[in-house]
């Protein structure tokens, strides 16, 4: 778990060149007794603030703690308007436990008068849930948030899809159905901003290329050895956007990336 003395070393590095900080990265970030506390620290830097949760822990004293924080955009997950739909891709989740978190955020953002956070519910289309897109929007409206986002899913073997997730209609598909098979509808174009622009950073200091290295297999660098200054400049981050410019489809983290295909739909 990111470590709050850590954190504060580590945005005293890069509050400076830092504009963007997104507190997310494969895990529930409402899970760390710290959270808000550190989007407290980097809201005071002037850095804009996101983060993205299941809002299964916006409790009534978590909203209101949100919004007191300075976070400046906090994004909801909300795969389905059913229970049933919903735990099929949120194993174990409740939505009205979704639901209830949303209407503290909302609930307070008003009673403290606060422009923020802008509050998005992220709907993710599979073809379990494709149906209830226009029941989101409405579920939105009721409770106040201020946007909903629809979202493709990035599948893992597409071609197959044995988990039967790829959605029918295909302008919420990053692929597209042939005789042969499912296919990406990305170009896969030799190029990427994200390996000038938007690196991660683990809860244990590693820094990887981007969020599609999910278990930070690329390691760019260790802050616990280095500053971030030096790992930016080495030789592994140079070696890396190099191979990117020459050939993106041999990397694995970037053969089946979203970079140069639509991955959100506005409905």
């Known amino acids: 778990m990111l470590k709050r003395d850590f954190f504060s070393e580590t945005i005293d ?64 997950s909300i795969d389905g308007t059913t229970q049933e739909s919903y735990e099929k891709y949120r194993v174990g989740g409740q939505l009205e436990k979704v639901l209830a978190g949303a209407r503290n955020i909302v609930k307070w953002k008003r009673e403290l008068k606060s422009r923020t956070p802008f509050v998005v519910f992220q ?38 899809d044995p988990n039967d997730l790829i959605p029918l209609d295909e302008k919420y598909s990053r692929y597209k159905k042939t005789a042969g098979g499912n296919v990406f509808k990305g170009k896969l174009s030799n190029h990427c901003w994200r390996l000038w622009h938007d690196p991660v950073i683990t809860w244990d200091g590693l820094v990887a290329p981007c969020c599609f290295d999910k278990d930070a297999q690329h390691r760019m660098g260790d802050l616990k050895e280095k500053s971030f200054k030096e790992i930016w400049k080495n030789g592994e981050y140079t070696k890396f956007r190099t191979q990117i410019l020459k050939g993106r489809k041999n990397i694995d983290i970037c053969a089946n990336c979203s970079e140069g295909t639509k991955v959100w739909s506005n409905d």
């Open 123 to 160: 709907f993710l289309v599979v073809k379990h849930n494709e149906h209830q897109v226009g029941d989101v929007k409405k579920l939105a409206t009721e409770i106040g948030v201020d946007d909903v986002w629809f979202k493709t899913a990035q599948v893992y073997d597409f071609q197959n």
């Open 13 to 76: 590095q890069l509050h400076k060149d830092l504009l963007y900080l997104v507190f997310y990265f494969q895990g529930e970030p409402y899970l760390n007794p710290d959270f808000l506390d550190m989007v407290k620290y980097a809201s005071a830097k002037k850095i804009y603030t996101a983060t993205s949760t299941n809002a299964h822990f916006l409790n009534d004293a978590n909203a209101k703690r949100t919004i007191e924080s300075g976070l400046d955009r906090l994004i909801i």
